[in-house]
């Protein structure tokens, strides 16, 4: 009886085990007013797409080019653009920012 009962426990934990195998885990659908995943998909090329994907609440973005005719998307960058947002200016030219405020403050 013991051996018996000893194999339906064992038998019950192996079904219980395996209902999680090979299963793919329900994804929670995103809440009204959280921050999700911003993307953005513009025509670079003929029969390319360019697909930009911003988390907002990583502070990461990600480029991708999409060739429609191939099928194939590749990964051209990543970023996290936290730091890139706690300098004070950057630019490349001119008017520089500091330029730019000194013609106002002239005002």
Not at 30 to 39: D, W
Not at 45 to 70: C, F, W
Not at 84 to 104: C, G, I, K, Y
Request: net charge neutral; hydrophobic share 45%; charged share 15%.
């Amino acid at each position: 009886m013991g051996a018996v009962c000893l194999a339906i426990l064992v038998i019950a934990a192996w079904v219980v085990s395996a209902s999680n195998v090979g299963f793919a885990q329900k994804i929670a659908p995103p809440v009204l007013g959280s921050p999700g995943l911003i993307s953005h998909v513009s025509q670079v090329g003929e029969n390319r797409q360019q697909l930009t994907v911003i988390d907002p609440s990583m502070r990461v973005i990600a480029v991708y080019h999409v060739d429609s005719g191939k099928g194939e998307i590749t990964l051209k960058s990543v970023r996290n653009f936290h730091w890139d947002l706690q300098m004070l200016e950057f630019n490349t030219s001119a008017p520089l920012p500091q330029e730019v405020r000194s013609m106002l403050e002239q005002k």
